[in-house]
């Protein structure tokens, strides 16, 4: 008789010992996602308020009545304003095609650099790998003043081109990096196999390297992306003719005339600015999470 | 021709010596062509390295010791004017508090963050960080502008919320403290997020035996955190660490719109103290000076990164 009751004292500690265990674990679940919650919250509000203030007319927000962070007659004014101003459509065309070419001019010299590097090995190409590591740790704004005076050499200040040729310099050491990394890991028994088959260099880079690196490609083209969708100094610095002008200075400097600001209008632009960004990381962005973190998982 | 036939007179009588040197030979010709396309491979890169990057910095340094109308040679007055100037010391100052506060905060942040999506185990990860992911997302000079709006001084939606809930209203950007505060809270708003991917990954990395085994030698959650995953995670979290100082160090964006350095001068970094002296007041040599303070800084940080970089190496290589 004794000897049950202890036995289920027993098995009832143990079962409630079980249970404060789950409790705890739902308990400590719950209270992160509820600290999720308050971070999300947190670092959404200046863009919630960016996509509020661009639905909101002139005359609600020069009012300055009322809760801000709600609109009370939501308009698309601000966006068909937008979309027919001649001056928003260039820079938003000159940043489209900015970006695009410095994509293509930056992906072409990393993807060519990484497979030498990588792969053919030459003498001092371990010194020239670390030396791309550390070119990407130069920043642009200790560069810009001794470039703003080699910029106006070749005569390109006030020219959008300038951008195409400096962009580059922001994108390439990082996708080169990110590029070495995803070749390196690619079996040395597939280019072999490949060169005793009578495959060339090129051959081996266009329908071996490039097929089975995709994801690091995929990688590098967003980081490449944001750098010439988003980079502030370089346009500001260079840049000054209304037409000229790329998307992050042309809303800066041109829809701020004076003191009016025409902040209805300002937010629809950032609005705008920030979608092709938000949109291709929506749908690509394990790719370049994976890219970024190559070095953190390893080991 | 004749050292063909020279080769094949020797070699009578021992046939099989005859087509070795001859491949000897293709083989070495080969390896020159293939190390003649490596370099040609790497000469855009090259050219870049060294052209838009390398020597800029140099002719950098020389514009740094010139006089204004770059007539003359002046040495090191540019940098000796500037560290007697009090705006120049003030600069210095908040180049430090910005950079080492912010990266702080970041780090901090991030690691907590990180910490809350390994306590999810996956559940709709995707999605959280997705949103978490937004500040990093947008272009930084694009969320600096909604920030500014946020803060505004008439009717800014801060001030609202203050006065609704009781509060005062307070000038964000009016007063040097203020100002100094906000520009680091966006910079921290715009960088934890990076610092959450990779502490993330670094933490994902883990491997799950290590915390069953100080499970089972009865430490609790926290000790689990000092004596396993930061030890682990050491190295990843001084690498991001000192990166982030180098690019938070070199900010130009967030201060430039928010505050333009003001108010009087007290929000000012490297960057953008160099922007108005070299480029708006036109004093080129001076505004190179301005930047070129941050290279030995950037320099030494960029040393230990590569340091710890080869040190990583190592470790997942043995």
Known sequence: MSATTADNAARARASAKSGSLTRQRRWSLWGSYAALTVFVIMFLTPPFYMVMTSLKTSAEISAEKGNPWLVRDATLQNFVELASSSSFQRFFFNSAWVTALVVIISMSIAILAAFSLSRMGFKGSQTIATGVFLTYLVPPSLLFIPLFQIVGWLNLIDSTWVLVLLFPTLAVPFCTWIMIGYFGSIPKELDEAALIDGAGYMQILFLIFIPVALPGIIAATIFAFTVGWGAFLYPLAFLYKGDQLVLTVGIVSELIRGDVFAWGKIMAACVIGALPPILIYTFLMDYYIAGLTAGATKG | ?318
């Open chain 2, 1 to 318: 021709m004749a050292d063909t036939t020279g080769v094949a007179a020797i070699g009578i009588g021992q046939g099989s010596v005859n087509p070795v040197p001859r491949r000897v030979g293709s083989l070495a010709k080969l390896g020159r062509r293939k190390s003649a396309i490596a370099v040609l491979l790497c000469v855009p890169l090259m050219a870049i390295i060294f052209g838009l990057k390398l020597w800029p910095t140099l002719y950098g340094i020389y514009l740094s010791m010139l006089n204004r109308k770059m007539t003359e040679f002046i040495g090191l007055d540019n940098f000796i004017f500037l560290l007697g100037r009090n705006t120049f010391q003030m600069v210095m100052f908040q180049s430090c508090l910005f950079a080492i506060s912010a990266v702080i905060f970041k780090a901090t942040l991030g690691f907590v963050l990180a910490h809350l999506m390994h306590n999810i185990h996956g559940r709709n990860e995707r999605m959280w960080r997705g949103l978490l992911l937004v500040p990093w997302v947008i272009p930084l000079s694009l969320s600096t502008l909604t920030w500014w709006w946020l803060l505004d001084p008439s009717y800014s939606a801060f001030n609202w919320t203050l006065e609704w809930m009781g509060f005062s209203k307070i000038s964000f950007l009016g007063e040097a403290w203020n100002a100094r505060i906000v520009v680091i809270l966006v910079n921290t708003w715009f960088g934890a997020p990076f610092f959450m991917i990779m502490y993330l990954a670094a933490l994902k990395s883990v491997p799950e035996q290590l915390y069953e085994a100080a499970s089972i030698d009865g430490a609790n959650a926290f000790q689990k955190l000092i004596y396993v995953t930061l030890p682990m995670m050491r190295n990843i979290i001084s690498i991001t660490v000192l990166y982030s100082l180098i690019v938070t160090f070199a900010d130009f964006d967030i201060v430039r719109i928010l505050t333009n350095g003001g108010p009087q001068d007290s929000t000012h970094l490297f960057a953008t103290y160099a922007f108005t002296v070299g480029i708006q007041s036109g004093n080129i040599p001076r505004g190179a000076a301005v930047s070129l303070f941050m290279l030995p800084i950037l320099a030494t940080f960029a040393f230990l990164i590569l340091r710890g970089v080869n040190k990583r190496n190592k470790e997942i290589n043995s």
